[in-house]
């Protein structure tokens, strides 16, 4: 089933949301997120945003767990809120459902668990005001990003058609490439909290080039 809501503006957005920890999650501003849900907690808080305003925080823990990820989990103290924009049930078994980023927020504080036993924060959303201006942006170095993706992603044996990405504007590919690059989640967070996409994009192409390159250890990669 797909969503038609519209994306909320500024003044609309929640002041308290669910969110999903989920070590490697990454979603970023006008990115898209494909998700199985299948813990009953998120089943539940599934239910709960579909029933409401659609809106789910994703944050990653910040020491990778597999799950179930406990409830008291430290997280990550940025995350993206993203919009439900299509779900489909299978029976009794896992919902596939897709997240649309709309803005960044840090937490500013976790509350007690909802009644469906899934975790809730107090948002900070002014910081990412920027978020929410889609408007098409340019690289300042696209020819370095463009070069460090492709060999990178055949180094990985992953196919991009890259030919159709030539009209994409910059601040679209930057989140696109992210999104799909496995990166650590360490390395992801990085990119989540960079400052704009040229930003992102220097990070990505530093951590792509090093990645190829061997320079440094993973644990030197990126640094909090």
Not at 141 to 156: G, N, T, V, W
């Amino acid at each position: 089933m797909t969503s038609c809501f519209n994306d909320p503006d500024y003044d609309s957005l929640p002041g308290i949301i669910p969110v999903f920890p989920l070590t490697g999650a990454f979603l970023l501003p006008t990115g898209y997120l494909p998700l199985n849900v299948f813990e009953p907690r998120y089943l539940n808080m599934l239910d709960d945003a579909l029933a409401g305003n659609r809106l789910i925080g994703m944050v990653q823990p910040e020491a990778p767990e597999n799950d179930p990820i406990a409830d008291a989990a430290a997280l990550y103290p940025i995350g993206c809120l993203g919009r439900i924009i299509s779900f489909e049930e299978s029976g009794d078994g896992p919902v596939a459902m897709s997240l649309k980023g709309i803005i960044r927020f840090r937490i500013k504080a976790e509350l007690d668990l909802a009644d469906g036993g899934y975790r809730r924060v107090r948002p900070d959303f002014s910081p990412y005001q920027d978020d929410l201006d889609v408007t098409p942006g340019a690289l300042a170095d696209r020819p370095r990003l463009m070069a460090s993706a492709q060999e990178y992603f055949d180094h990985k044996d992953i196919h991009i058609d890259w030919e159709s990405i030539d009209d994409v504007d910059g601040a679209s590919l930057v989140t696109a490439l992210a999104m799909i690059c496995p990166l650590e989640p360490r390395e992801k967070q990085a990119l989540l909290e960079a400052m704009d996409h040229n930003a992102r994009a220097r990070l990505l192409s530093s951590l792509m080039e090093m990645a190829l390159h061997g320079h440094g250890r993973d644990d030197d990669r990126v640094r909090h």
